[in-house]
């Protein structure tokens, strides 16, 4: 395994040869082995623990293995304890919801103010089927049956081409100790049921189950880059846009087979649900509308028309000097200074303040962007790295950027901050930006 981990990490995670990295380590036999694997390698790293307080001394005794583990492996590492039922009962939500949020709100902290330029989860091909199996069971297009990604944004996932036998095999192979999660023996959680039901009764059926799923796996993924292609250069002919909203051409849509997946992948972005409803439009009379949260949809002679239910055009606006509030018609900016950084959600930007130059200007996407997406190194293409984060060429359009003086972007709202823009040990004043939805 460990030669074929170094293989993979040389030609899949090249960058993870050259920039140190965060491992997040539950304590767990998974995130245990990715560890020794990385250390073997002679890789830059630290390992990371959230401490959630949910198991009383159990916890601790996690925390306590991770930072002998660290110290075992001659490696930094960092521990955060969070109040989690507290929390949870705060926000009226599941444990478990906010357990991953506050999780990784800390991770993205980490990989900011910190040297480490990405951070590794010990996901492997299990995950990934027990991922395929819940999408499955809650009625998905081709996009939910792809598994986990292996990267995105500053997250890399190594281990996701290798089986949670194939990991327990190098753990004993090697005597490697790791610590049990109780928690993770009960079905009380669907992942748990399908963990221990369904995906023995599918592995029984034949011995090759998992290889044959990671081929299909492969498949689904090369299909679903095929298909965005496709439905770009479909979106070229049947889409005309307007100042205020997109007309789908349905006399050119109907001149195709397959006209209701096509109309699926047109209009998958912008949240309809009641899909009947929408490819009954084709042939219904002039008028009928389908509505979803954010989109209408209506049937006018010969096209569809979609619009925002907030059709205003997005006017330029110019920041001259720094404020506190800026109030757009939707939804406001809030702009102040703080001594470190704090919440993160991606309504929420961190920038060092002595790198804008006044005005700063709030825009739409124009052809020929580009900016330094956070984490990464160099440039890229705005049309690029939108594609890659799954925006569909529909509301390319509608993103917002934020710019500095020079014209540089600084913060894709909701998405990503421009690198150069990035908070940094020696930042002296730190700027939080944030959207408030009226």
Known sequence: MQNRFQTHIESEFPELLDKPFLIATSGGVDSVVLAHLCFHLNLNFALAHCNFKLRGEESEGDARFVEQLAKSLNCKFFINEFQTENLAEEQKESIQMTARNLRYNWFRELVETTSYAYLLTAHHLNDSLETFIINLSRSTGIKGLT????????????LLKFSKDEIIDFAKQYNIKWREDQSNETTKYVRNKIRHEVVPALMSLTPNFLNNFESSLQNLQDSELLLEDYTHLLFKTLVRKQEDRYDINIEKLKSFPNQKAILYQLLESFGFTAWDDVYHLLDAQTGKQVKSSTH??????????????STKIFEP???KELQSHIDLDDFKLKIKEVKKLGDFASGIAYVDKSKLEFPLQLRTVQDGDYFHPFGMKGKKKLS??????KISPHLKSSQLLLCNGNEEVIWVLNLRTDERYKVEPTTKTILKIEILND
Request: proline share 6%; net charge negative; glycine share 2%.
């Open 147 to 158: 598994g986990i990604p292996s990267q995105n944004d500053y997250i890399r996932r190594p």
């Open 317 to 319: 606006i110019e920041i």
């Open 296 to 309: 209408l949809i209506v049937k006018d002679r010969d096209k569809l028309i979609l619009s925002s239910l």
């Open 384 to 389: 690029d790295f939108l594609k890659d984060e």
